[in-house]
């Protein structure tokens, strides 16, 4: 299940994947780089040297240098010399092979080192050794080590150069994700005036609209409220003038439905204000105890779990009541016939207090739990009294939890069913 989870959850971002084009983009280049050195610059750069080599020592042994110019010469570019003739024999290291060594040998490498027998006018030999490919190797793996890293901080300079230019991605990405939690004061920042610059604008616009049309249906839904208040006290005075049957029982409960309704979302307005809760510092396992009472006698039951056994918060506690008696009823609603009992639980974290309203019953499709908190959102269609009530009551608990300025959430259960987790800051 971790594996299943953590596979669902990882995404590769555009940085990610625009960073693996690099790496990429540096693998190939570098192998390019090696092949070529490789194959074709260090073979001929070694083979030109050497020709060069050849040619110098043959004009140098024409001048018949002694020993202290060998020894300077040595000093200068690195080449050894031992003379054998008449006007002697003397070398510039100890470690060189005699000429008649190398005659016999018949060859001109030796460890890596390159042999030249060149003879004089006056009948002596001069022995030329040098290491020309190893200079050349150690010369080579330096530019290579230099080119590598040019390459590596090119690219590298490149990635850095093409995220700031994608900056606003990112930052769309944020305002996304954040107007989809229903956070709808979104405003991204304009960092550039190109294409991204034009969308983040349009994003902005789109927030706008968006935050003007819920407002503008919160309060035609105020306005529709007020304007029903009278009516609907007309129609019970009405009622009430009529002569008692089933007719008038029916349509008593409908008008107080009605009247029920209004009345909630009048309430769900008011909670928008700053003076919407009455907060006081308060021991919530006794409102949860309570509460947790009054639905024991209903199937399937409910189990409750305090952790400790006081917690304190700064809670309106009739809002919170009725933010625990709309989650219970819920999921004694959606309760199936072989359910365990509901388990309700309060624990103390270290910045708020964790409500957990857990059952077993049906639960909530993964594309519909969006969307649960919405005003007259119902998961039944068909809007059946017998499947539920009109969609405010879930709502509601939201308004009432944020107005606390905690947070309600929906997880799924390991078994089946959901689990409503309210979390309410911590009394200071």
């Known amino acids: 299940m971790t594996k299943r989870l953590w596979g669902s959850r990882w995404r590769p971002s555009i940085f990610t994947k625009?960073?693996?084009?690099?790496?990429?983009?540096?693998?190939?280049?570098?192998?390019?780089?090696?092949?070529?050195?490789?194959?074709?610059?260090?073979?001929?750069?070694?083979?030109?040297?050497?020709?060069?080599?050849?040619?110098?020592?043959?004009?140098?042994?024409?001048?018949?240098?002694?020993?202290?110019?060998?020894?300077?010469?040595?000093?200068?570019?690195?080449?050894?010399?031992?003379?054998?003739?008449?006007?002697?024999?003397?070398?510039?290291?100890?470690?060189?092979?005699?000429?008649?060594?190398?005659?016999?040998?018949?060859?001109?490498?030796?460890?890596?080192?390159?042999?030249?027998?060149?003879?004089?006018?006056?009948?002596?030999?001069?022995?030329?050794?040098?290491?020309?490919?190893?200079?050349?190797?150690?010369?080579?793996?330096?530019?290579?080590?230099?080119?590598?890293?040019?390459?590596?901080?090119?690219v590298f300079t490149a990635y850095w150069f093409q995220k700031r230019l994608l900056r606003p991605v990112e930052s769309l990405n944020e305002g996304v994700a954040r107007m989809s939690a229903g956070q709808l004061d979104v405003a991204l920042p304009l960092v550039t005036h190109d294409e991204l610059g034009s969308l983040t604008t349009a994003f902005n616009q789109m927030v706008r609209r968006v935050k003007d049309m819920i407002q503008a249906r919160d309060q035609l839904l105020l306005d529709v409220s007020h304007e029903l208040r009278s009516p609907l006290t007309r129609m019970k005075v009405a009622l009430a003038l009529l002569p008692e049957d089933d007719n008038k029982a029916s349509l008593d409960a409908d008008v107080k439905e009605m009247e029920t309704m209004i009345s909630e979302l009048l309430e769900l307005e008011r909670l928008r204000t700053p003076h919407g809760l009455r907060k006081e510092r308060q021991d919530v396992v006794p409102i949860l105890n309570d509460v947790m009472q009054s639905f024991e006698k209903r199937s399937p039951g409910v189990h409750f779990i305090a952790r400790p056994d006081t917690i304190f918060a700064s809670v309106d506690c009739d809002k919170l009541r009725a933010v625990l008696r709309n989650l219970l009823d819920n999921a004694f609603k959606y309760s199936l016939a072989d359910s365990q009992p509901i388990v309700l639980s309060v624990s103390e974290v270290e910045d708020g207090v964790v409500i957990r309203i857990q059952d077993d019953g049906q639960g909530i499709p993964d594309g519909e739990r969006a969307s649960v908190f919405e005003p007259f959102f119902r998961i039944d269609p068909s809007r059946s009294k017998k499947t539920g009530g009109y969609g405010l009551g879930l709502s509601m608990c939201k308004r009432i939890v944020e107005a606390h300025g905690g947070t309600i959430h929906i997880e799924s259960n390991p078994r089946r069913g959901v689990s409503f987790i309210v979390k309410i800051p911590i009394a200071a």
Do not use: C
């Open 18 to 154: 625009l960073l693996a084009i690099m790496l990429s983009t540096l693998v190939v280049l570098l192998v390019m780089v090696i092949v070529i050195f490789a194959l074709v610059i260090f073979p001929t750069s070694v083979s030109t040297s050497e020709h060069a080599a050849r040619q110098y020592t043959r004009l140098l042994a024409a001048t018949q240098p002694n020993l202290e110019s060998a020894k300077a010469i040595r000093e200068e570019i690195g080449l050894d010399i031992r003379y054998e003739g008449p006007d002697g024999s003397w070398s510039t290291s100890d470690k060189l092979p005699t000429v008649e060594q190398v005659r016999n040998r018949q060859a001109h490498s030796h460890f890596g080192r390159e042999y030249h027998l060149a003879a004089t006018s006056n009948g002596g030999t001069y022995l030329f050794v040098w290491d020309v490919r190893d200079q050349m190797r150690s010369a080579h793996t330096k530019l290579l080590w230099t080119v590598v890293l040019m390459i590596v901080g090119v």
